[in-house]
């Protein structure tokens, strides 16, 4: 697939994607966000009487905005991507190396990060540790794509020495098993205490997990939808 085509699918995936992504945080997690800002207040009574800089209905078109940004940021590196690593990735048709795609972009950017850093709704962290807090975060991120990057190597090993392709993917999923636990457990944890009822730190990381991976499926689905369609016609 030319670069120019890869980057047209996908540009256009993202933005859907984004924009889906948009619909399910305004509707289902800003409620969250409103009753954590709420006790956010109620445990610091003092600033009752202080304007925020921004408006909450500023910062729900901030998070349109945002999201848009992100899923174009993020759709113009997915072709490219795709664009270099086509020929290499271990699946035979344009789809399923879209989807492959963004199954290893959903691990290795979404997924293995929240596990060991999971989100944390407003009120949440002490602003002294939010530069340690981002380096632990950069540096579990560029460990679950190498290791992601790894185990699509494994499962293309496994399909080259002719064995059957449920063996590389199994092969290729124990070693991401195993590589998270390792990198999981040598990483330190979040050093900031949570203080924050269950009822909205649950529904908070749920949500916003659930948002990523709606992202990423979208994404996946409409770029293989795309590729599929255009080999179709051709």
């Known amino acids: 697939m030319p670069l120019s085509s890869a980057l047209k699918r996908a540009l256009l995936a993202g933005l859907a994607a984004a924009l889906?992504?948009?619909?399910?945080?305004?509707?289902?997690?800003?409620?969250?966000?409103?009753?954590?800002?709420?006790?956010?207040?109620?445990?610091?009574?003092?600033?009752?009487?202080?304007?925020?800089?921004?408006?909450?209905e500023m910062q729900k078109g901030g998070l349109v905005l945002g999201l848009v940004a992100y899923g174009?940021?993020?759709?113009?590196?997915?072709?490219?991507?795709?664009?270099?690593?086509?020929?290499?990735?271990?699946?035979?048709?344009?789809?399923?190396?879209?989807?492959?795609?963004?199954?290893?972009?959903?691990?290795s950017v979404a997924l293995l990060p929240f596990l060991k850093y999971p989100a944390n709704p407003p009120g949440v962290g002490d602003p002294e540790t939010i530069t340690y807090r981002q380096t632990l975060y950069v540096a579990l991120l560029v460990l679950s794509v190498a290791g992601v990057w790894l185990a699509a190597a494994i499962a293309r090993y496994v399909r080259q020495r002719g064995k059957q392709g449920l063996l590389g993917w199994l092969a290729a999923l124990g070693f991401i098993v195993i590589f998270a636990g390792i990198v999981y457990a040598l990483l330190p944890a979040n050093p900031?205490?949570?203080?924050?009822?269950?009822?909205?730190?649950?529904?908070?990381?749920?949500?916003?997990?659930?948002?990523?991976?709606?992202?990423?499926?979208?994404?996946?689905?409409?770029?293989?939808?795309?590729?599929?369609?255009?080999?179709a016609l051709a």
């Open 20 to 56: 889906v992504v948009s619909i399910f945080h305004l509707f289902v997690t800003e409620p969250v966000i409103d009753r954590a800002i709420g006790l956010e207040v109620q445990m610091n009574p003092r600033h009752d009487d202080e304007q925020p800089v921004v408006s909450r």
């Open 192 to 231: 900031d205490p949570v203080h924050m009822p269950e009822d909205v730190l649950t529904p908070f990381r749920i949500f916003s997990l659930a948002g990523l991976t709606l992202f990423w499926a979208v994404l996946g689905a409409i770029f293989a939808s795309l590729s599929r369609r255009t080999r």
């Open 72 to 107: 174009a940021i993020w759709a113009l590196l997915f072709g490219v991507v795709y664009h270099l690593t086509q020929g290499w990735l271990p699946v035979a048709t344009a789809w399923g190396r879209g989807l492959l795609l963004a199954v290893m972009g959903y691990l």
